[in-house]
C-alpha cells in the first residue's frame, strides 16, 4: 500500500518482548505440573508476622504522594521538551539556547514556588 | 529482521539471562568477602553451581497465591517486570555494529520501559492487597518517579554533547573523550538516579526488609518472587549499561598494542561489570536512607544540579 509507514526498525522490540513475555509466562506456566499443592486458610491469608489479618489492606494514605505525582506531570514534560532540543542542539544554535533559558526560567519560577509552598517537605 | 538475526537476538538474550541469573553469585562472594566471609562455598568448587541450585529450589517451590488478593493483576506483575526489564537490551550496542534494535530514540526506550518497570512494583504491591506490600509498592511509585526525572534530565548533557539519541552514535561520538570528563556533574547525578531506579541499596525503602518484611514482594513467593528478582538484576545490568555507554565510551577500548585485538564486546563488558561491582560496593557499604531525605535528594539537590548540568553545557557548546 503506497503512503502506508511500516516502522520496521521497531519490529525486533516486538521480537524481544515477545521473547521475554514468553521466559516469564513459560516459568510460571510449566511450573505447576512438578510443584506441590497443598493449601489450606492459614497458609493463603496475608502476612502480618503470624497474627490472623486485621482490616482491609487498602487503606487511606497520605496526600503526599499524590502531589509527588502531580510534580512529575509538571517536571517530566519539561524533560520532554529538553529531548529533541538536546538532539538539534548544534543546528539551533545560540538561539536555540536563549530560547530554552527562557523555558527553564519559567519553569525554575514554578520550582522555587513550589519549594516555597513545602512541596517538598516530607514530615 | 532476517532469521539470522532473530537467531542472534534470542542467543544474545539467552547469554543475558545466564548473566542476570549468576550475578547473584557474583553479588554474595562480594559482598561475603568484603565482610570477611566466604559467601556460598558448598554447592560445587568455591559454590560456582549455587545459583543453578537456587533457581532449581524456587522451580519447585509451592504456589502460593493469597485469598484475598487481586488475582490476575498479581498474576501478571512479575511479567511486567520481567518484559520491562529484559527487552530493554534491545537498543544497547553491543559492538560496533551490532545492537538488537538500532533505534533511533534509543535513551527514551530504556527511560521508557525503566518506567513501565515500576508499574510491576507498584501494582503488584496493590494487587497483594497485604499492608506491607501496600507501603512498599506506594513508596516505590513515589522514588520512582521523584527520581527518574533527574536520571532523564542528566542524559539531556550526554545528547547534547553527542547530538543524538542513539546510543552507538553516543558511543561514535566518544572515540576523542569519553564524556565522563565533561558531564562528570551528570554522571554523579546519573549513577544516584540509577541507584534508586532500580530500588538497590542505599534506596531499597520499598522493600526495606528491616521495617516493611520484604515491601511489595512480601506475599510473592517460588517462581513469581524470582521473576521480581529477575526484573530487579537485569535492571542493575540496564542501568550499568546505559552508564558504560553513555559515559565510558561503551565498545570502544585502547588501541595500544595487543589490547587492540580484544573484541568489542569484552569491552563493554568489563565496562558493564565494574559498574555491577560499584552497585554491589555500594550496598555493602552504606545504610539504607530515610524516606524524607530520599525525597529530599531527589528534589532538592539532584534536579537543581541536573538543570544546572544541562545549562552549563549549553554555554560550553556555544562559546
Known amino acids: 500500500m503506497p503512503g502506508t509507514y511500516v516502522p520496521s526498525d521497531y519490529f525486533p522490540v ?33 502476612y502480618e508476622s503470624g497474627n490472623p489479618p486485621v482490616g482491609e489492606a487498602r487503606q487511606k494514605f497520605s496526600v503526599k504522594y499524590y502531589i509527588v505525582a502531580m510534580l512529575f506531570v509538571v517536571f517530566d514534560v519539561e524533560a520532554v521538551f529538553l529531548y529533541p532540543w538536546a538532539v538539534a542542539y548544534d543546528k539551533l544554535g545560540i538561539f536555540g539556547f536563549i530560547e530554552m533559558m527562557l523555558f527553564i526560567f519559567i519553569l525554575l519560577v514554578g520550582y522555587i514556588y513550589v519549594w516555597k509552598k513545602g512541596a517538598f517537605e516530607w514530615e | 529482521m532476517t532469521l539470522a538475526d532473530f537467531i542472534i537476538s534470542i542467543i544474545v538474550i539467552s547469554v543475558f539471562l545466564i548473566h542476570v541469573m549468576y550475578v547473584q553469585y557474583f553479588e554474595r562472594k562480594t559482598i561475603g568477602h568484603m565482610q570477611a566471609r566466604l559467601g556460598p562455598m558448598r554447592v560445587g568448587w568455591h559454590g560456582i553451581l549455587q545459583p543453578i541450585a537456587d533457581s532449581l529450589k524456587l522451580f519447585f517451590k509451592e504456589d502460593i497465591i493469597p485469598s484475598q488478593s487481586d488475582k ?104 576523542e573523550q569519553w564524556f565522563i570528563i565533561p558531564q562528570f556533574l551528570a554522571f554523579g547525578i546519573f549513577f544516584i538516579s540509577a541507584l534508586a531506579e532500580t530500588n538497590r541499596v542505599p534506596f531499597d525503602l520499598p522493600e526495606a526488609e528491616a521495617e516493611l518484611v520484604s515491601g511489595f514482594a512480601t506475599e510473592y513467593s517460588g517462581m513469581r518472587w524470582a521473576l521480581f528478582f529477575m526484573a530487579e538484576y537485569a535492571g542493575v545490568f540496564i542501568m550499568s549499561a546505559l552508564a558504560a555507554v553513555c559515559f565510558l565510551g561503551g565498545w570502544s577500548g585502547p588501541d595500544i598494542w595487543f589490547f587492540s585485538y580484544v573484541p568489542d564486546v569484552v569491552w563493554l563488558i568489563l565496562k558493564v561489570y565494574a559498574f555491577v561491582f560499584l552497585y554491589f560496593w555500594i550496598r555493602s557499604t552504606l545504610p539504607r536512607y530515610r524516606y524524607d531525605q530520599l525525597m529530599n535528594i531527589g528534589w532538592k539537590i539532584l534536579i537543581p544540579l541536573s538543570l544546572a548540568n544541562i545549562i552549563l553545557t549549553g554555554l560550553l557548546k556555544i562559546v
Not at chain 2, 537490551?89 to 551490532?98: K, M, Q
Not at chain 2, 545492537?99 to 525503566?114: R, V
Not at chain 2, 501496600?134 to 516505590?140: C, T
Open chain 1, 14 to 46: 516486538l521480537v524481544i518482548i515477545l521473547i521475554a513475555a514468553s521466559v516469564g509466562l513459560g516459568a510460571l506456566l510449566v511450573g505447576p505440573l512438578v510443584r506441590p499443592r497443598r493449601r489450606y486458610k492459614q497458609k493463603l491469608s496475608a
Open chain 2, 72 to 175: 490476575p493483576i498479581f498474576f501478571i506483575a512479575p511479567i511486567i517486570g520481567v518484559i520491562a526489564g529484559v527487552s530493554s537490551l534491545a537498543v544497547i550496542p553491543l559492538w560496533e555494529t551490532f545492537s538488537i534494535a538500532d533505534l533511533n530514540i534509543g535513551i527514551l526506550y530504556i527511560l521508557a520501559l525503566s518506567s513501565v518497570g515500576a508499574y510491576s512494583v507498584i501494582i503488584g504491591g496493590w494487587a497483594s492487597n497485604s499492608k506491607y506490600s501496600f507501603l512498599g509498592g506506594l513508596r516505590a511509585s513515589a522514588q520512582v518517579i521523584s527520581y527518574e526525572i533527574s536520571m532523564g534530565l542528566s542524559l539531556v548533557g550526554v545528547m547534547m554533547m553527542a547530538g543524538s539519541a542513539n546510543l552507538a552514535d553516543i558511543v561514535k561520538a566518544q572515540s
